[in-house]
């Protein structure tokens, strides 16, 4: 079945404002690992959080995760033009290392 | 330099047709998939191969087949296309030294139109 789902499915925002997107599951994992896909072109890896980690940061990119409530978020701080994609949120189940991606959150950053 | 690379691009095709697409990696990777990427942009996993096993996701058709000549290549076979098939093919590589899931790093993609 289905693991991660982000929240919301679509966003839309003016450049230079915050852009946060949320990832739930249902069972415990291993590690969560969040994508950025641009129309057109495939999927470049973000960050990758593992299951005892709370924080990661990486440029303009800040990953929570909260296990109690499995969930994870993706902040993007001041947003650009540029940063316009699909995000995808995918999971690691324990006990394995294929990854199930959710349907991910359509952001429009407007100039 | 291209990490993961795919051909073609753009696959037009008639059902009923086989047809093939190739991933390379160049990345030393000891895993390859391929994902499906619907028209909804679900992306949805159909087989896994290192050089110890092939898992293979039982909701796919037994029309797809990977075959993979060595660890650099994973190519995806389908035989007898259907227009269900129509998608955007994804191949992608990581170590899995670990077994407990790392960085993918994905192809550009396959666009496959079936008529």
């Known amino acids: 079945s289905q693991q991660g789902e982000e929240d919301p499915q679509a966003l839309s925002i003016q450049e230079g404002e915050n852009a946060t997107m949320n990832c739930s599951y249902k069972?415990?994992?291993?590690?969560l690992q969040w994508y950025r896909q641009n129309s057109g072109r495939g999927l470049v890896h973000l960050i990758l959080?593992?299951?005892?980690?709370r924080e990661k940061h990486s440029g303009r990119l800040r990953v929570t995760l909260d296990t109690s409530k499995k969930s994870s978020s993706l902040l993007i701080t001041a947003s650009r033009a540029a940063d316009t994609a699909s995000y995808f949120c995918?999971?690691?189940?324990?006990?394995?290392?294929?990854?199930?991606f959710g349907r991910g959150t359509s952001l429009i950053v407007h100039p | 330099d291209t990490a993961v690379s795919q051909t073609p691009k753009y696959l037009v095709t008639q059902m009923g047709n086989d047809k093939s697409i190739k991933c390379e990696q160049n990345?030393?990777?000891?895993?390859m998939y391929w994902y499906k990427q619907d028209s909804k942009k679900f992306l949805k996993i159909m087989f896994s191969?290192?050089?110890?096993?092939?898992?293979i996701n039982e909701t796919v058709p037994n029309r797809f087949s990977p075959k993979s000549p060595d660890k650099a290549h994973l190519n995806l076979h389908i035989n007898s296309l259907e227009l269900g098939d129509s998608a955007v093919y994804f191949c992608?590589?990581?170590?899995?030294?670990?077994?407990?899931?790392?960085?993918?790093?994905f192809g550009p993609g396959t666009r496959l139109l079936v008529l």
């Open positions: 990345l030393g990777h000891d895993t």
């Open positions: 992608a590589s990581s170590q899995e030294s670990s077994g407990v899931g790392e960085t993918q790093y």
């Open positions: 069972t415990s994992i291993n590690n």
């Open positions: 191969y290192n050089n110890k096993e092939l898992i």
């Open positions: 995918a999971t690691v189940r324990g006990g394995s290392y294929i990854p199930t």
């Open positions: 959080i593992r299951s005892n980690e």
